[in-house]
């Protein structure tokens, strides 16, 4: 059994972090629901124009 003084630690340490879990930013995409999906270039477009996009949180 850990002395109660700890297990308030403990406790407090999880609220902590849930709050920060809950407080983190979120972004919504505006996505129209009504439109319909845009059609994919063709292979061939895709080799020429292709590239990579890197997030950086």
Do not use: W
Not at 41 to 57: N, S, Y
């Amino acid at each position: 059994m850990l002395p109660p003084f700890i297990i308030e630690q403990i406790r407090r340490r999880e609220d902590e972090q849930r709050r920060q879990r809950i407080e983190q930013p979120t972004l919504e995409l505006p996505i129209p629901s009504s439109s319909p999906m845009p059609s994919r270039p063709a292979k061939d477009e895709e080799d020429e124009h292709g590239g990579v996009v890197i997030v950086d949180l």
